[in-house]
Every structure is written in C-alpha cells, then in structure tokens.
C-alpha cells in the first residue's frame, strides 16, 4: 500500500503542551478507528509551526477525507516513490 507525507501548517504547534499533542493525536486515532484499517498513521515530525505525518493509504483522497474529518489541515501531500537510508549506499 502507498504511504504518504502530509505537511500540515498549524500555527503555534511549537509551543503545544503534552496534553495538547495527546488531545491533537487522539482526534486523530479516532477518525483513524471510524475510517477503518485502509488508512494507517505511522508517526509525525513537529518542526517548529510544521507537522510531518507519514501515513499508509490507498490514495491522496483518502488521506483527504481524514484530515477533513478531523479538521486537521493538509496543505502537501506527497506519495513516497522511494525510501533510501545509510543502507543504500552499499
């Protein structure tokens, strides 16, 4: 199944709490549960007022409808068409 990188712009994320992230990441596992097992959340990257999120789905549209569900934004989302590590220089 294809993953994908979603850039999300969220003003302020920096400077988000424990509770707060715990608060942003349960919205995101219970739209996860409502959609069903095609669209899978494997981790995020914050980067000042940027998160990264590397997600398992069919399609762009799906990654989509999650963030639409969860009123999360999803400025780019961008299929992976290559994983390369350390290991590739072997």
Same mark, same amino acid.
């Given at each position: 199944m294809p993953q994908? #990188?979603?850039?999300r712009e969220i003003p302020g994320l920096s400077k988000l709490s424990d509770?707060?992230?715990?608060?942003?990441?349960? $919205?995101?596992v219970e739209?996860?549960?409502?959609?069903?097992p095609e669209i899978q959340w494997l981790h995020?990257? #914050?980067t000042?007022?940027?998160?990264y999120c590397v997600y398992i789905a069919p399609d762009e549209k799906t990654i989509q409808?999650?963030? $639409?569900?969860g009123g999360f934004p999803a400025h780019r989302i961008s299929a992976v068409r290559r994983l390369i590590d350390p290991t590739t220089a072997e």
């Amino acid at each position: 199944m294809p993953q994908f #990188v979603i850039e999300r712009e969220i003003p302020g994320l920096s400077k988000l709490s424990d509770s707060e992230f715990r608060a942003l990441s349960q $919205k995101s596992v219970e739209v996860l549960r409502g959609m069903g097992p095609e669209i899978q959340w494997l981790h995020s990257y #914050v980067t000042g007022d940027k998160l990264y999120c590397v997600y398992i789905a069919p399609d762009e549209k799906t990654i989509q409808e999650h963030a $639409k569900r969860g009123g999360f934004p999803a400025h780019r989302i961008s299929a992976v068409r290559r994983l390369i590590d350390p290991t590739t220089a072997e």
